[in-house]
């Protein structure tokens, strides 16, 4: 499963891509009919080597779907720095107890690494066949949980409408945007997770 995640590594160019398709990725580690190298008896595997044969591109099953008017760049949610997280996200994670909670989801995103994919997408390396571990994966209020750990959004929300929120903190003085973590250490002002626009076209 490495290379599941350097597949999605490789697709980031182009965030409309949220799936690998391509049977040379799979090939490159699993070897063709003539040369089986990784899992060479898996009926699986096999099936994509004979695409590959064929010359046919693999006829994937959208397994982690969302609808069509929701913007979703995976590249925005892998590079982002996990310092934009509220100090306490994830503090209250019990991984024995609940760990698809969104404490433990949170905690999750903070590490980076496979643990992000993790926090949404579950631990794939161990699945058998990829399911949706999240019955409410990819729903509005399920994006808005962790949203709303981005900090000063609630503190933007509080403002009224978020467009209203958005408006009215640029004609507040400086410092005031700086409490509510509107503004980038680099000056610069960060998106309002609130905002509709943020995720719909």
């Known amino acids: 499963m490495a290379l599941l995640a350097n597949s999605v590594t490789f697709t980031q160019e182009d965030p409309t891509l949220h799936e690998f398709h391509r049977s040379v990725h799979c090939v490159g580690c699993h070897g063709t009919n003539q040369m089986k190298l990784v899992q060479p008896n898996s009926p699986e595997v096999n099936k994509m080597r004979d695409y590959w044969d064929k ?37 209250g994670c019990d991984m024995e107890k609940d760990p698809r909670s969104l404490e433990c989801r949170l905690m999750q995103f903070k590490m980076g690494g496979d643990a992000r994919c993790e926090s949404c997408h ?5 699945m058998e066949v990829v399911k949706v571990v999240d019955k409410s994966f ?64």
């Open 55 to 91: 010359g046919e591109p693999i006829p994937w099953a959208k397994v982690h779907d969302i609808p069509d008017y929701v913007r979703f760049p995976h590249k925005r949610h892998m590079n982002v720095e996990s310092t934009r997280l509220i100090e306490s996200a994830g503090s």
């Open 122 to 126: 579950g631990n794939v390396s161990q």
């Open 138 to 201: 990819g729903g509005m209020g399920w994006c808005m949980q962790c949203h709303l750990q981005v900090k000063g959004a609630v503190e933007r929300k509080r403002t009224g409408s978020t467009l209203a929120g958005w408006f009215n903190a640029k004609q507040n003085d400086a410092e005031r945007e700086k409490k509510m973590h509107m503004v980038h250490e680099k000056g610069f002002h960060n998106p309002n997770m609130n905002d509709c626009y943020t995720c719909h076209y």
